[in-house]
T-cell receptor, first 110, second 118 residues
Framework: RKEVEQDPGPFNVPEGATVAFNCTYS??????FFWYRQDCRKEPKLLMS???SGNEDGRFTAQLNRASQYISLLIRDSKLSDSATYLC???????????FGSGTQLTVLP | GAVVSQHPSWVICKSGTSVKIECRSL??????MFWYRQFPKQSLMLMAT?????????EQGVEKDKFLINHASLTLSTLTVTSAHPEDSSFYIC??????????????FGPGTRLTVL
């Protein structure tokens, strides 16, 4: 079983749509959780951290359920510029290493 | 703040040659640097973790004699791919964490180096 699992997609949605991504992780001792976005042939960039209480940043809402080891990302009113690969990332271990999911590809269509 | 650079941004080399990639933290001291590799349509895989002044810790399956890591200062780490082969062609990304103003374990990513071995 992969440490971090995501639906690879691709998700093709029209502008203005709401899209949700899900992720599960296997290490119950994981400490921190993030969503990154990665554009084609570029490095990943931090989108937002994820907390159990849920957090929102504009059109983006992230949620963590530690009991079920499940992380989600909701994008509302999607824009063309949201097209990217979204990576679910878990931080764990004494060295605080990041483990990346395989990513979910999103294409927002005009 | 918290800028990480990599050099070169891309490199093409012949099979059997060695390639050195530099990772620099430009405006903060990076106590820990991480090296990742990403093959097409796959996610980032951690290769090794290095702390300034000590030997790197390699992930399972990563050959330490092939991927030489040096973290000689708080702002520079290098990855040398020795005797490169076509299967080493990949996107190599470094990240750095340390005294950057944010949480101590926040990783800041470099822009990556695309290696193509002919």
């Amino acid at each position: 079983r992969k440490e971090v699992e995501q639906d690879p997609g691709p998700f093709n949605v029209p502008e203005g749509a709401t899209v949700a991504f899900n992720c599960t992780y296997s290490n119950s001792a994981s400490q921190s959780f993030f969503w990154y976005r990665q554009d084609c042939r570029k490095e990943p960039k931090l989108l937002m951290s994820v907390y159990s209480s849920g957090n929102e940043d504009g059109r983006f809402t992230a949620q963590l359920n530690r009991a079920s080891q499940y992380i989600s990302l909701l994008i509302r009113d999607s824009k063309l510029s949201d097209s990217a690969t979204y990576l679910c990332v878990v931080q764990s271990g004494s060295a605080r290493q990041l483990t990346f999911g395989s990513g979910t590809q999103l294409t927002v269509l005009p | 703040g918290a800028v990480v650079s990599q050099h070169p941004s891309w490199v093409i080399c012949k099979s059997g040659t060695s390639v050195k990639i530099e990772c620099r933290s430009l405006d903060f001291q990076a106590t820990t640097m991480f090296w990742y590799r990403q093959f097409p349509k796959q996610s980032l895989m951690l290769m090794a973790t290095s702390n300034e002044g000590s030997k790197a810790t390699y992930e399972q399956g990563v050959e330490k004699d092939k991927f030489l890591i040096n973290h000689a200062s708080l702002t520079l780490s290098t990855l040398t791919v020795t005797s490169a082969h076509p299967e080493d062609s990949s996107f190599y990304i470094c990240s750095a964490s340390g005294l950057a103003g944010g949480p101590a374990d926040t990783q800041y990513f470099g822009p990556g180096t695309r290696l193509t071995v002919l």
